[in-house]
């Protein structure tokens, strides 16, 4: 359950704005979204493995 501390005075744009900031900061859409398929072990590996790659060459080579 996500608790939002409201200041005295604070608009609803900007406590909605926080709610929102923090929703996504959990994670909870990409979790429910994973859930709505099974994707087998190895695939899974194997794009993490993919990704990794993939940062390594964007960020690691830079020397």
């Not at 994670?27 to 194997?46: D, H, I, Y």
């Amino acid at each position: 359950m996500l608790i939002i501390p409201v200041k005295e005075g604070e608009s609803i744009e900007k406590a909605l704005k926080k709610y929102k900031k923090k929703f996504e900061r959990t994670g909870t859409m990409k979790q429910l979204r994973a859930r709505q398929k099974f994707t087998k072990p190895s695939v899974m590996n194997r794009e993490q493995r993919l990704k990794a790659i993939y940062k390594n060459q964007m960020y690691g080579s830079e020397e």
